[in-house]
């Protein structure tokens, strides 16, 4: 009989299962039960995105294409990214296309980190930053964000992180799980600490498109000076609605985006040759798509905000993402027993701040990327389990 536990790596072995996913087996075994914890559009791919799929598939495009992407898909990338966000970047050098933005983040991650160098993290944040972190023998350096600061990394705790082993640092805004956002005066105090260092910087900025305040979304990359040190992260999968087509970039400095590149060669190959020519089409096309949903999510951002602090729970304002973070700290009991309690009692499946880090205690995460009538199910079944237990 093989000892598996004496042969697989400990590294991999001691990495703790997503806290996301903790219910979800749970709620597919309830008839009546409503979840508002998964974070994936409710939207359809928009037509014009899955004909162009189903055409490329129709005419033969059937075969591998360049390790760092059809060269269009490159192309519309850049124009895309500087049309919208003002930044440019050559499309030959600087872009990756990777099987979604989480691939985008380990090639980062594991290029750039050798073992012993700290990564900083601001938490609550999207949970793969810290595994990936390990798995390339780096040290994650947690820094907690606060709800008095809005859930923004603020210069002075970063600087108060960084070490003479401090080799990189991510920046997870607009964030999930909070929402939170950074503006452009946040962005330039982060960078003043930065600048003058060896620090590179991960920008995960996969919910850009998804902003609800006047100040629209401004890439980390387009601050004075930053551009050299940043590799931004983005894709397909939550402003067009994508998530199955499995499609991101990274956009960066030549010799890290040639590193990722090298990497993802021998992993992946490349990414899936339908979701490529579906995300030219994405690119060129669908502004007016991504639009009208941002304009539905905003909508909804308003109601399950208002519905939490009716029923009497104080709810952080998001300005980002498809999140909210309300707290239940009046109630007495932890993320997970809230959690577990509200799915067995009233089948509503949310997910624990603890999920996204240890600062996540009294929190729970819940996505508005549902319909309103499932949100308003779920939040008068809430309501109805806050009133049984205050």
Same mark, same amino acid.
């Given at each position: 009989?093989?000892?598996?536990?004496?042969?697989?790596?400990?590294?991999?072995?001691?990495?703790?299962?997503?806290?996301?996913?903790?219910?979800?087996?749970?709620?597919?075994?309830?008839?009546?039960?409503?979840?508002?914890?998964?974070?994936?559009?409710?939207?359809?791919?928009?037509?014009?995105?899955?004909?162009?799929?189903? @055409?490329?598939? %129709?005419?033969?495009? /059937?075969?591998?294409?360049?390790? =760092?992407?059809? #060269?269009?898909? $490159?192309?519309? +990338?850049?124009?895309?990214?500087?049309?919208?966000?003002?930044?440019?970047?050559? @499309?030959?050098? %600087?872009?990756?296309? /990777?099987?979604?933005?989480?691939? =985008?983040?380990? #090639?980062?991650? $594991?290029?750039? +980190?050798?073992?012993?160098?700290?990564?900083?993290?601001?938490?609550?944040?999207?949970?793969?930053?810290?595994?990936?972190?390990?798995?390339?023998?780096?040290?994650?350096?947690?820094?907690?964000?606060?709800?008095?600061?809005?859930?923004?990394?603020?210069?002075?705790?970063?600087?108060?992180?960084?070490?003479?082993?401090?080799?990189?640092?991510?920046?997870?805004?607009?964030?999930?799980?909070?929402?939170?956002?950074?503006?452009?005066?946040?962005?330039?105090?982060?960078?003043?600490?930065?600048?003058?260092?060896?620090?590179?910087?991960?920008?995960?900025?996969?919910?850009?498109?998804?902003?609800?305040?006047?100040?629209?979304?401004?890439?980390?990359?387009?601050?004075?000076?930053?551009?050299?040190?940043?590799?931004?992260?983005?894709?397909?999968?939550?402003?067009?609605?994508?998530?199955?087509?499995?499609?991101?970039?990274?956009?960066?400095?030549?010799?890290?985006?040639?590193?990722?590149?090298?990497?993802?060669?021998?992993?992946?190959?490349?990414?899936?040759?339908?979701?490529?020519?579906?995300?030219?089409?994405?690119?060129?096309?669908?502004?007016?798509?991504?639009?009208?949903?941002?304009?539905?999510?905003?909508?909804?951002?308003?109601?399950?905000?208002?519905?939490?602090?009716?029923?009497?729970?104080?709810?952080?304002?998001?300005?980002?993402?498809?999140?909210?973070?309300?707290?239940?700290?009046?109630?007495?009991?932890?993320?997970?027993?809230?959690?577990?309690?509200?799915?067995?009692?009233?089948?509503?499946?949310?997910?624990?701040?603890?999920?996204?880090?240890?600062?996540?205690?009294?929190?729970?995460?819940?996505?508005?990327?549902?319909?309103?009538?499932?949100?308003?199910?779920?939040?008068?079944?809430?309501?109805?389990?806050?009133?049984?237990?205050?």
């Amino acid at each position: 009989m093989i000892d598996y536990d004496k042969l697989v790596s400990p590294v991999a072995a001691n990495i703790p299962p997503s806290g996301i996913r903790k219910f979800f087996d749970v709620v597919n075994e309830m008839d009546d039960a409503i979840s508002l914890g998964v974070g994936e559009p409710d939207f359809i791919t928009p037509w014009t995105i899955r004909e162009a799929g189903i @055409y490329s598939l %129709e005419k033969g495009q /059937t075969y591998y294409t360049a390790n =760092a992407g059809l #060269l269009e898909l $490159r192309e519309e +990338v850049c124009r895309y990214n500087s049309r919208k966000f003002g930044v440019d970047y050559d @499309y030959k050098s %600087e872009v990756l296309i /990777t099987v979604g933005g989480s691939e =985008a983040i380990d #090639l980062m991650v $594991r290029c750039v +980190v050798r073992p012993g160098d700290e990564v900083i993290i601001p938490e609550p944040s999207f949970v793969c930053y810290k595994p990936c972190t390990v798995l390339a023998g780096g040290v994650p350096v947690v820094i907690e964000t606060k709800e008095e600061d809005d859930f923004r990394l603020t210069p002075e705790q970063l600087k108060a992180a960084i070490t003479d082993k401090t080799k990189l640092l991510i920046l997870p805004f607009p964030n999930n799980p909070t929402g939170a956002v950074m503006s452009k005066s946040d962005l330039e105090a982060i960078a003043d600490v930065l600048d003058g260092t060896d620090i590179l910087v991960l920008s995960d900025e996969i919910y850009g498109e998804l902003r609800y305040s006047e100040e629209g979304h401004i890439p980390f990359s387009k601050i004075k000076n930053m551009r050299d040190r940043t590799v931004v992260v983005n894709g397909f999968s939550k402003a067009f609605a994508m998530t199955g087509w499995r499609l991101g970039y990274a956009l960066g400095p030549a010799p890290i985006i040639k590193l990722m590149t090298k990497v993802h060669q021998y992993g992946i190959m490349s990414s899936p040759t339908t979701s490529q020519y579906a995300a030219i089409e994405a690119l060129k096309s669908c502004d007016n798509d991504v639009e009208e949903m941002c304009r539905e999510y905003n909508y909804r951002r308003r109601f399950i905000v208002d519905g939490f602090r009716e029923m009497g729970l104080a709810c952080f304002e998001p300005y980002g993402a498809f999140y909210v973070f309300p707290s239940i700290k009046s109630l007495g009991m932890t993320s997970d027993e809230f959690c577990t309690r509200l799915l067995e009692e009233e089948h509503v499946a949310v997910v624990p701040g603890t999920a996204f880090g240890k600062c996540g205690e009294g929190f729970i995460r819940c996505s508005y990327a549902y319909s309103i009538e499932n949100i308003s199910e779920a939040l008068e079944r809430i309501k109805k389990f806050v009133e049984n237990h205050r």
